[in-house]
């Protein structure tokens, strides 16, 4: 691996989904909870879905806003909504995600290859694409 240049840690305790999370700077400190649609209790408490969800359209509203910024497009407005889903998969579980980009003020076709664009640069994109299925959705 080459060199990072930034490393987030965060480690797991307890009963994995009814556990807890935290990370090293004590920023994250979340109890979880299995949703009830798997079978848990659900209730106020967070799940790793919903972090990975959190992460994966933060990280790639960066990555459009980035795009735009190089191309020299201007955003406003610009919102990225992720959906994580977990499916059965063989023995065990899958996951698969639904973003959902709004550009408004822009062409639809501008507003699709600016998504395109960031969908190659975003490092949550570079990790999933081939492992799981992301389907991208552009609204204006």
Sequence with gaps: MTQAIYTAVATATGEGRNGEVTSSDGVIDESLAIPKEM??????????????????????????????RVGKVKIEQTSVTAEVGVFKQGEGFGLGVDLKVNLPGLEQAAADQLVEQAHKVCPYSNATRGNIEVNLTVTV
């Design 39 to 68: 079978g848990g209790p659900g209730g106020d408490k967070t799940n790793p879905e919903q972090l990975f969800a959190a992460g994966y359209s933060a990280c790639f509203l960066s990555a459009v806003q980035m795009v735009a």
